[in-house]
């Protein structure tokens, strides 16, 4: 069976620093991976999706960016936080060819983080 | 572009009463939907979705949806709510290509009363 793992699932740090989320998933291969973050009391927002190794699609223009260095590996990062980054970032893999129809998101637990 | 909306922020109900969760959408083309249920501070789990055919889908967990084109919506019912149903419902329209971006509501926050 398929799973994904984040980390770290909290995390604090403060305005300026550098940020690193990781994402992996086991159990298949060459999956959609996409990065979701949900601000406090609203819906989720993607951010980024991968449909393959060094492919990365940027939703929206922000502080942050992504990597997919393997094929299961999705990476969040930051060069500089600002207190607006805070929020619950959320890694979702799909399937890269459905059955039918769109593709059903599986997510990870997520990841907390506070900048103060 | 899609669009998700779920005019119910909060919603408060008994335990052992009927559950309506309201959904709308906007998509230009035939729709994906999907609702979700996240308990606090986890990932989210998909409880149905609907790509095709009976408009009436069946989820885990006892919950059920149906969708009506005429109206765009695609509301969330479960006849009889448990305790354990507290969490926050979030509905999802997809798109259907290779990436499969799926387009979120705000959510609708349950609290289920003893």
């Known amino acids: 069976s398929q799973t994904i793992h984040q980390w770290p699932a909290t995390l604090v740090q403060p305005v300026g620093s550098p940020l690193s989320l990781e994402c992996t998933v086991e159990g298949t291969s060459n999956p959609n991976l996409y990065w979701y973050r949900q601000a406090a009391g609203r819906g989720l927002q993607l951010l980024f999706y991968s449909v393959g190794i060094g492919q990365i699609s940027s939703e929206v223009p922000q502080n942050l960016s992504a990597s997919r260095p393997q094929d299961r590996q999705f990476i969040l990062s930051s060069k500089k936080l600002l207190l607006s980054d805070s929020g619950f970032y959320l890694c979702?893999?799909?399937?890269?060819?459905?059955?039918?129809?769109?593709?059903?998101?599986?997510f990870g637990a997520g990841s907390r983080l506070t900048v103060l | 572009a899609q669009s998700v909306t779920q005019p119910d922020i909060h919603i408060t109900v008994s335990e052992g009463a009927s559950l309506e969760l309201r959904c709308n959408y906007s998509?230009?083309?035939?729709?994906?939907l999907f609702w979700y249920v996240q308990s606090p501070g986890q990932g989210l789990q998909l409880l149905l979705k609907y790509f095709s055919g009976d408009t009436l889908v069946q989820g885990i967990k006892g919950f059920e949806a149906e969708f009506k084109r005429s109206q765009s919506s695609f509301n969330l019912r479960k006849p009889s709510v448990h305790w354990s149903d507290a969490a926050e419902y979030f509905c999802?329209?997809?798109?259907?290509?290779?990436?499969?971006?799926?387009?979120f509501g705000d959510g609708t926050t349950l609290t289920v009363k003893p």
């Open positions: 998509y230009g083309a035939t729709p994906y």
């Open positions: 979702a893999w799909s399937r890269d060819r459905p059955t039918s129809g769109a593709n059903v998101l599986t």
């Open positions: 999802a329209v997809g798109v259907n290509t290779n990436a499969g971006k799926s387009t």
